[in-house]
C-alpha cells in the first residue's frame, strides 16, 4: 500500500524507541546513584570533621584543667563541702554501679551505700548531663557498668574554675567484650557485612584508658550539688585503635554511646 512503511521498518523504529527510553532510564538511575553517594560522602565527612572538632575542644579543655590544678588553695566552707562531695562520688562509683542482686539493664536494686550517698549529697532535681533527677544518675551508671567489663573511673585531680564550679579530672578505663558489642555496638554484629566483621574483630578483648572532666555545681539553697556534667574522651583511643576517621565513624554512627562517652540508647 502506498505510504505506508514496511513491516521490518517499523519493527526497528519500535526498537530504536525502546532502546532510547532504556539508555535514559539507565542514565537517570546512573545519576540518582551518584547524587545519592554524593549527599552519603557529605554527610559522613560533616560527621567525622564534628567528631574531629568536638575531640578537639574536650582535649583543649582537659590540658588547661591540667595546668590550673596545682593552683588551688584555701577554700571557703561551700567550696570544701562541693569538694568532699566529688571526691565521694568518685570513691563510690570508681567500679560503677554496685547493684544488690542479678545485674541486667531493667531490673538493678542499687547498694543502699550509693543510693543513701546521692541522696543526702545531691539535689533531687539535680542536673545530669541533658537530663534532671537522681534517677537519671542510677540509670547512667546502670547501663555503662552493664555493658562494658572491668569498668573503672579514678579521680585524678580537681580544679576550681572561675564560675564558682568544681572540675574533676578523671581517668575512665574499660573492656570491650562480646557482650559489649552486642549491647553497644549492636549494628557491628552483622554477619553479612565483612568491613563491620573486621570492626568487631579490632574491637573485641581491648581495653580503653580515657581521660574527662566532670563538672559539680554547688546550690546554696539546697546544700548540696545541683549538677553533675561529665564526659570522657572516647574517640581519641578509637582512633589510635582502628586508625582511621572513616572507621570510627562507623563505629560511632549508631553505636549506644557518644564518642564523649554518654549512653545515648536504652534498646537491648
Same mark, same amino acid.
Given at each position: 500500500?502506498?505510504?505506508?512503511?514496511?513491516?521490518?521498518?517499523?519493527?526497528?523504529?519500535?526498537?530504536?524507541?525502546?532502546?532510547?527510553?532504556?539508555?535514559?532510564?539507565?542514565?537517570?538511575?546512573?545519576a540518582l546513584r551518584r547524587e545519592r553517594q554524593i549527599r552519603y560522602r557529605k554527610k559522613k565527612?560533616?560527621?567525622?570533621?564534628?567528631?574531629?572538632?568536638?575531640?578537639?575542644?574536650?582535649?583543649?579543655?582537659?590540658?588547661?584543667?591540667?595546668?590550673?590544678?596545682?593552683?588551688?588553695?584555701?577554700?571557703?566552707?561551700?567550696?570544701?563541702?562541693?569538694?568532699?562531695?566529688?571526691?565521694?562520688?568518685?570513691?563510690?562509683?570508681?567500679?560503677?554501679?554496685?547493684?544488690?542482686?542479678?545485674? @541486667?539493664?531493667? =531490673?538493678?536494686?542499687?547498694?543502699?551505700?550509693? #543510693?543513701?550517698?546521692?541522696?543526702?549529697? *545531691?539535689?533531687? %532535681?539535680?542536673?545530669?548531663?541533658?537530663?534532671?533527677?537522681?534517677?537519671?544518675?542510677?540509670?547512667?551508671?546502670?547501663?555503662?557498668?552493664?555493658?562494658?567489663?572491668?569498668?573503672?573511673?579514678?579521680?585524678?585531680?580537681?580544679?576550681?574554675?572561675?564560675?564558682?564550679?568544681?572540675?574533676?579530672? @578523671?581517668?575512665? =578505663?574499660?573492656?570491650?567484650?562480646?557482650?559489649? #558489642?552486642?549491647?553497644?555496638?549492636?549494628? *557491628?554484629?552483622? %554477619?553479612?557485612?565483612?568491613?563491620l566483621n573486621r570492626l568487631d574483630g579490632k574491637l573485641v578483648g581491648r581495653r580503653f584508658h580515657?581521660?574527662?572532666?566532670?563538672?559539680?555545681?554547688?546550690?546554696?539553697?539546697?546544700?548540696?550539688?545541683?549538677?553533675?556534667?561529665?564526659?570522657?574522651?572516647m574517640l581519641t583511643p578509637m582512633l589510635r585503635l582502628l586508625g582511621d576517621l572513616e572507621d570510627?565513624?562507623?563505629?560511632?554512627?549508631?553505636?549506644?554511646?557518644?564518642?564523649?562517652?554518654?549512653?545515648?540508647?536504652?534498646?537491648?
Amino acid at each position: 500500500m502506498t505510504g505506508s512503511k514496511p513491516e521490518a521498518t517499523r519493527d526497528l523504529t519500535a526498537y530504536e524507541a525502546t532502546a532510547r527510553q532504556a539508555i535514559e532510564e539507565r542514565s537517570r538511575m546512573r545519576a540518582l546513584r551518584r547524587e545519592r553517594q554524593i549527599r552519603y560522602r557529605k554527610k559522613k565527612h560533616d560527621y567525622m570533621l564534628r567528631l574531629e572538632a568536638e575531640t578537639r575542644i574536650l582535649r583543649e579543655q582537659i590540658k588547661n584543667l591540667t595546668q590550673q590544678r596545682s593552683s588551688l588553695s584555701a577554700v571557703d566552707s561551700e567550696q570544701h563541702n562541693v569538694w568532699n562531695v566529688a571526691v565521694d562520688y568518685f570513691k563510690h562509683f570508681r567500679f560503677g554501679l554496685q547493684a544488690v542482686g542479678q545485674f @541486667t539493664t531493667n =531490673s538493678t536494686i542499687v547498694g543502699s551505700v550509693q #543510693l543513701s550517698f546521692l541522696r543526702t549529697a *545531691l539535689s533531687p %532535681d539535680v542536673i545530669f548531663n541533658t537530663q534532671q533527677g537522681i534517677e537519671t544518675i542510677i540509670t547512667h551508671w546502670r547501663y555503662i557498668t552493664y555493658a562494658f567489663q572491668a569498668l573503672e573511673m579514678t579521680l585524678d585531680g580537681l580544679v576550681r574554675s572561675v564560675d564558682g564550679s568544681l572540675i574533676a579530672i @578523671t581517668r575512665t =578505663s574499660i573492656s570491650i567484650s562480646e557482650h559489649t #558489642l552486642g549491647s553497644v555496638f549492636p549494628h *557491628l554484629c552483622d %554477619d553479612g557485612d565483612e568491613d563491620l566483621n573486621r570492626l568487631d574483630g579490632k574491637l573485641v578483648g581491648r581495653r580503653f584508658h580515657m581521660l574527662g572532666v566532670t563538672r559539680f555545681e554547688w546550690s546554696a539553697a539546697s546544700q548540696r550539688v545541683s549538677s553533675v556534667i561529665a564526659q570522657s574522651d572516647m574517640l581519641t583511643p578509637m582512633l589510635r585503635l582502628l586508625g582511621d576517621l572513616e572507621d570510627v565513624s562507623r563505629v560511632f554512627h549508631k553505636s549506644r554511646v557518644s564518642s564523649d562517652f554518654q549512653w545515648n540508647g536504652t534498646n537491648h
